[in-house]
């Protein structure tokens, strides 16, 4: 590696975007010595200093990787450099050349395949798993987890496709012993015209005409449409299925635009599939076989939960301590003296409402649409509207209020101010639900936790709560401000409890799975148990 010929340099990253958060996560061996970045100088990640870099006076003890994704701002600071007498490759190269990063493009990504397949064709059916491997929480609990069930169902059986940055195939087969290939970056400035055109050619008119629906569906933060962007991701996952002819597809999380194309054509070649993602209790990995929220099977057929069988295996009321004592959780969460200072501003003499933010940006579905009403909330569009809505009803009864957005989302600008919304981003989410006295939410995984916590819950969207009998539901915004009231009075109810206790019980014997970290007990299926069996 490049990283390998200049030990005795200070490594020093440019860019403290995603991408340097990246390469810190996944090569946690090199510790670069401080930051540079050209417009957030002046701050810390960590214990190291960023600086700007008119601060640097002598560049030539510093060997500097270039971590931007921007292919033209990565051009610019590579100028910079030359400008200041550095050479390329001997003080500085972008974070692809230090890491040996793969540059795969869709004919390239469909090369390996192909090459592998024919290299190995006594392998027949894999299992193919598409997961997001360098943005994924825990990743040493998904390594032990899915090493686990690979070797259950034959390591050179399940063909692992991910986007990968700052790793590349290699490290990934050998960390989890699979099959690994990268999936190549889906964008038209990565193609030229000509390839692009040979691709946007192998689509049949019934296949343009629904990747065009599939653009009603979506939001896009990119204006202007995206359907090239969908060409390409169908294209070659199109003949990456008609190479493999995989047995099943598992595919992480449910709202990316990669994944309804999965979907769609998993339907199309007959092949079964499901979606994976963390468990709604925590220690856990969920797969159904229609989505995640308000795709699950179970939200969108609550009424099946009446007719289950099911046995009581598990003590619940023991699970559900177990998760309160050890606070567990798929995240790590920071305790700042931001967070701290919002908290003691809360009135001890108020009844206390605590407002889970929604991450609409992961959602990338058009609010507008129906399918937003069928999936995600037919009575609110955004966390700003209910964050709105609640701070009218709590300055009109006379309660705290505290909002906790979404990780990684903006804390919404609203006319009626914020001056009295309590405000906290990092502080752990089990100190936040026991501070309040009814939690509020559209769709979030918090939902789950709160009710471990016996709290109620006052529920906007559409989950796999929906219809269980466990949380107060809001058909209408006009009925928001009553099942507060209704939730402060009564709280989490005898019978919601036991209804909740039922749910957790059905899930762990047939949705949810071990996810075998470190736990004095253990729930949850093992993976001697196939996805989708």
């Known amino acids: 590696m490049e990283k390998a010929n200049n030990q005795n340099k200070t490594i020093v990253y440019w860019g403290i975007g995603n991408i340097c958060k990246y390469c810190l996560k996944l090569h946690p061996e090199i510790n670069p010595s401080f930051f540079i970045d050209s417009k957030f100088g002046n701050k810390n990640i960590g214990n190291k200093v960023v600086k700007f870099p008119n601060e640097i006076s002598d560049w030539t003890q510093y ?61 027949v059916n894999p299992i193919m798993l598409i997961l997001p491997f360098e943005s994924i929480r825990n990743r040493q609990v998904l390594s032990v987890f899915l090493s686990a069930y690979f070797n259950k169902r034959g390591n050179d059986r399940c063909f692992v496709f991910s986007h990968l940055k700052v790793i590349n195939s290699k490290e990934l087969s050998s960390e989890f012993k699979c099959v690994a290939f990268g999936v190549p970056e889906m964008d038209k400035n990565n193609i030229s015209q ?101 795709q699950s099977e179970y939200a969108v057929n609550p009424e099946m939960f009446e007719k289950l069988d099911f046995e009581d295996i598990y003590d619940i009321e023991g699970v559900k301590q177990y998760v309160r004592d050890y606070k567990l959780d798929t995240r790590i969460f920071n305790d700042t003296k931001e967070d701290n200072a919002q908290i003691l501003s809360i009135c001890p003499n108020k009844k206390t409402i605590f407002f889970v933010g929604m991450g609409e940006k992961g959602i990338h579905i058009n609010p507008k649409s129906d ?73 979030s995984a918090v939902d789950y936790k709160v009710l471990i916590y016996g709290k109620p819950l006052v529920q906007l969207g559409i989950t796999g709560l929906l219809g269980k009998g466990c949380t107060y539901t809001v058909s209408k915004k006009e009925m928001l401000e009553e099942q507060i009231h209704l939730a402060l009075k009564n709280g989490m109810t005898k019978e919601q409890t036991e209804n909740y206790n039922r749910l957790l019980q059905i899930l762990l014997q047939r949705y949810l799975w071990d996810d075998m970290s470190d736990r004095n007990i253990r729930y949850g299926l093992s993976v001697e148990r196939d996805f989708l069996e």
């Open 194 to 294: 000509e390839e692009y055109d040979q691709i946007k050619n192998e689509i049949s008119e019934e296949e343009f005409n629904w990747l065009k629906k599939l653009e009603s569906i979506l939001s896009s933060n990119v204006l202007g449409s995206r359907i090239y962007e969908s060409i390409e991701i169908y294209y070659y996952y199109k003949m990456v299925i008609e190479m493999i002819n995989p047995s099943k597809i598992i595919i992480w999380g449910s709202w990316k635009r990669e994944n309804y194309i999965l979907e769609y054509l998993a339907k199309h070649y007959n092949v079964p599939y499901g979606y994976m993602e963390y468990g709604w209790l925590p220690g856990t990995y969920q797969v159904d076989p229609r989505g995640i929220a308000g």
């Open 371 to 443: 399918y937003w009403k069928k999936y995600v909330s037919n009575v609110v569009e955004s966390t700003e509207e209910v964050l709105a809505l609640l701070i009218q009803l709590c300055r009109k009864n006379n309660w705290n209020l505290i909002f906790k957005p979404h990780p990684g989302e903006p804390v919404p600008e609203l006319k009626c101010g914020l001056e009295d919304v309590i405000i906290v981003r990092s502080m752990e989410i089990d100190r936040l639900i026991c501070l309040a006295d009814v939690a509020v939410s559209i769709a």
């Open 63 to 123: 060997y500097i990787v270039i971590t931007i994704k921007s292919s033209k701002v990565e051009r610019e600071i590579q100028q910079y450099l030359e400008k200041k007498g550095l050479c390329k490759n001997i003080n500085f190269s972008t974070y692809k050349e230090f890491f040996e990063c793969e540059d795969i493009t869709i004919q390239t990504g469909l090369d390996l395949v192909a090459a592998y397949i024919s290299k190995h064709s006594k392998i």
